[in-house]
């Protein structure tokens, strides 16, 4: 807990993205295409803000990379099984 509120700077934008994702998402239910679009943004802004903290935080790995590809991966997966479920 010390440490997140050490690096608080970095999180917020984090936590702003993620809002404004499930925002427009909840928004625009009605528009399939355009919650498609939001899902992929918000995974592609998920994996860029994961580089940008870790390169500044000078532990920036390949392993790093893939488990964010693979996190912001199986998000998309679950968000888009909720939207062709029907």
Known sequence: MRNFAKHTSHYLPLLGILLL????????????????????????????????????HRDLHLSVFIEYLIVASLGLVIVFSLIFRS
């Open 21 to 56: 994702g499930v925002l427009a998402f909840a928004l625009f239910s009605y528009d399939r295409g355009f919650q498609i679009a939001v899902s992929i943004a918000v995974a592609l802004a998920y994996v860029a803000w994961g580089v940008m903290h870790h390169h500044l």
